[in-house]
Nanobody, 121 residues
């Protein structure tokens, strides 16, 4: 089965930067739309950024100008470059992927396990 592997989280001071990575691996498949979401303690899981198979991007207002989402279709991976981090960015960040198996054309939607981002003041 396809699974998502996330990395890049950690502890950083206010104003610092982190780069999150999410790679999909498993059965033969193709990826469609992908995105990043985050969830802070006691809060809902909110959209951070999305990117379509064609490269069109969308960002939450709170991260515009600071975060950049990108993808590498050859590697079935997406990335989130986070600059000028603020304490309010502290959360668990989740990768989300939509795709389909090329053998059956059955679609799937998966969440990564999450990676912790902590921004200290």
């Amino acid at each position: 089965q396809v699974e998502l592997e996330e990395s890049g989280g950690g502890l950083v001071q206010t104003g610092g930067s982190l780069r999150l990575s999410c790679a999909a691996a498993g059965r033969i498949f193709r990826m469609n739309d992908m995105g990043w979401y985050r969830q802070a303690p006691g809060k809902q899981r909110d959209l951070v950024a999305t990117i379509t198979s064609g490269g069109s991007t969308n960002y939450a207002d709170s991260v515009k100008g600071r975060f950049t989402i990108s993808r590498d279709n050859a590697k079935n991976s997406i990335y989130l470059q986070m600059n000028n981090l603020k304490p309010e960015d502290t959360a668990v960040y989740f990768c989300h992927a939509a795709g389909y198996y090329t053998s059956s054309f059955n679609g799937f939607r998966l969440w990564g396990q999450g990676t912790q981002v902590t921004v200290s003041s």
